[in-house]
């Protein structure tokens, strides 16, 4: 499986981006799917999970409020909605697809990752 992320990109403080992750394979419709990111010199951190049927959301608090995860049921194409971005959010953000069909936020549970698609944030 194979997934791609895209629509990063650079910011001003307070502003929006969206980004969305296709899985190559259709059987990832029935898995749970995530968002985490990773800024420079720090681990790699959950954002955002969500369930195969488009439900049971979950996110980290540091984005409550401003961050969205969405996906169609069915489907294997997951975004995230980014609202009121900070400089702290300045990240690669990965997609993932988890083992479950509803997923969490431990790394060790997803089973495959995309390449990553930077996220700038400037002040």
């Known amino acids: 499986v194979q997934l791609q992320a895209s629509g990063g990109g650079l910011v001003q403080a307070g502003g929006s981006l969206r980004l969305s992750c296709t899985a190559s394979?259709?059987?990832?419709?029935?898995?749970?799917m995530g968002w985490f990111r990773q800024a420079p010199g720090k681990e790699r951190d959950f954002v955002a999970s969500i369930g195969w049927n488009g439900g049971y959301t979950n996110y980290a608090d540091s984005v409550k409020g401003r961050f969205t995860i969405s996906r169609e049921y069915g489907s294997s194409t997951v975004y995230l909605q980014m609202d009121s971005l900070k400089p702290e959010d300045t990240a690669v953000y990965y997609c993932?697809?988890?083992?479950?069909?509803?997923?969490?936020?431990?790394?060790?549970?997803?089973?495959?990752w995309g390449q990553g698609t930077l996220v700038t944030v400037s002040s």
């Open positions: 993932a697809t988890s083992r479950r069909a509803v997923a969490g936020t431990g790394a060790d549970e997803y089973s495959y």
């Open positions: 394979r259709r059987t990832s419709s029935n898995n749970g």
